[in-house]
């Protein structure tokens, strides 16, 4: 049946399979193009077939709703008629003949691999929450559609701090990444559902100072998750990590030790996320030159991404952490980009402390905030279960507002 619409469309319902119906959402989401569009491409093509194609499944079909252009469904239905097949038959055949001559796009990868290193010599600001967030959103599936949110979600929290996010189902990024716990503690290991590295075997502390006793991608784990297929990865940490300041006391070009290390199994990744310790000793130096743009690398493709939080502390943590990379660029002339700041655990019923400062941070233009993430129940209760956010809640806040850093950045 057809109902009229302004101007030179009309809507149309019938029925499809849930299948096709979801095939279809994702796909004109993959080439960002709209339903309708793809529907009034689809029977177009299969009108001009000079055969019938072979009978689809439609049982189980649900209804269908679209807007074609004037006229076409009443011909469409026509074609039906004459080529003896119902209508449900006709448009399942239409979107299926769509689908087969739009395959899904491949994943655009980096040029050169991206180099994340999350970062604040203050504590407790959401580094590895951060870092494991991002790192999920990266990696899930792009066959699939996921909820984002909007980025100018965060400009209207400076004018409502009820302000609801504006939600849109996307494709997932489906990139190769890896997760690497640079920190002593082993948080984002244990949060992941790992154990910690035995300090008697081997490790990323002593592949970085020239101690290895095997190869590094022998430590790496596989996240577990179907969302994430074979896409994402963890180099778990180890308490050695403590040292690690004075072992790479001892080392040759000791700035340049974590690349070393990491370079290996560079070339089985898109993103690397490095998960930074509360430090601003000789391994935060060591991050920060893995973070560097490399001669061959656009700018923004890897860097730093600094998590605050809205009070004053954060804010004297962030001028220690951008003295220290500014020294490292004017004495090791190294181009180190900032790729964001990203306010986390944000709560506007603390009050004016938490408001101000927000609006301090958003005032910073080099670098900008690229994301406010809430402090909100599902990132604890993920960590307490030892699962990853975007798998444990994958529409709650804090996850959609990751995906929305994944695309900021990417």
């Known amino acids: 049946m057809t109902s009229p619409t302004a ?11 849930s299948g096709l119906q979801q095939a279809l959402k994702v796909r004109t989401a993959q080439h960002g193009i709209d339903i309708q569009h793809a529907v009034e491409a689809g029977i177009t093509d299969w009108r001009g077939l000079g055969s019938n194609l072979d009978q689809v499944d439609t049982a189980g079909a649900k209804s269908f709703a679209t807007f074609l252009p004037n006229g076409q469904w009443e011909a469409f239905r026509a074609d039906c008629v004459a080529r003896g097949v119902s209508i449900v038959q006709g448009l399942s055949q239409s979107v299926l003949v769509w689908l087969e001559r739009n395959p899904a796009p491949g994943t655009v990868r980096p040029h050169t691999v991206r180099r994340l290193i999350v970062c604040n010599q203050k504590g407790g600001v959401g580094k590895t929450a951060t870092a494991a ?19 100018k979600y965060y400009a209207a929290l400076l004018e409502d701090d009820h302000a609801e996010p504006e939600l849109q189902d996307l494709p997932g990024l489906g990139l190769r990444v890896l997760l690497v716990d640079f920190d002593p503690q082993c948080h984002l290991t244990q949060q992941l559902g790992h154990l910690p590295l035995a300090i008697d075997g081997d490790s990323l502390t002593k592949h970085m100072a020239g101690e290895a006793k095997g190869k590094l991608r022998d430590l790496i784990v596989h996240i577990e998750d179907e969302r994430f297929g074979d896409r994402l990865d963890l180099l778990p940490a180890c308490t050695d990590a403590f040292l690690l300041d004075v072992k790479l006391s001892g080392v040759r070009a000791r700035e ?14 898109d993103v690397i996320i490095v998960d930074c310790p509360p430090s601003l000793g000789l391994s935060m130096d060591a991050a920060a030159y893995y973070g560097r743009r490399r001669p061959d690398e656009v700018t923004g493709n890897s860097g ?11 804010a004297d ?3 220690l952490l951008t003295s220290q990379i ?8 190294l181009e180190l980009d900032y790729l964001g700041i990203i306010v986390n655990h944000y709560d506007a019923r603390r009050g004016y402390i938490a408001t101000s400062s927000l609006s301090n941070w958003m005032a910073i233009q ?9 402090d909100l129940k599902e990132q604890k209760e993920a960590v307490r279960v030892k699962r990853p956010l975007l798998a444990y809640s994958p529409r709650c806040d804090q996850a959609v507002g990751m995906r929305a850093l994944a695309r900021e950045i990417a």
Request: no cysteine; charged share 30%.
């Open 7 to 17: 101007g030179d469309r009309e809507k149309v319902v019938s029925k499809l399979p």
């Open 317 to 319: 943590a962030y001028d």
């Open 366 to 374: 080099n670098p900008r905030v690229i994301g406010v993430i809430g």
């Open 304 to 314: 730093a991404l600094i998590i605050v939080q809205a009070e004053d502390s954060s």
């Open 256 to 269: 340049a030790a974590l690349e070393r290390a990491l370079a290996p199994i560079e070339a089985d990744y």
């Open 326 to 333: 500014q020294d490292l660029r004017d004495d090791m002339n």
């Open 133 to 151: 967030g991002v790192g999920e959103a990266f990696a899930e599936n792009p066959d699939q559609l996921h909820a984002v949110r909007v980025s």
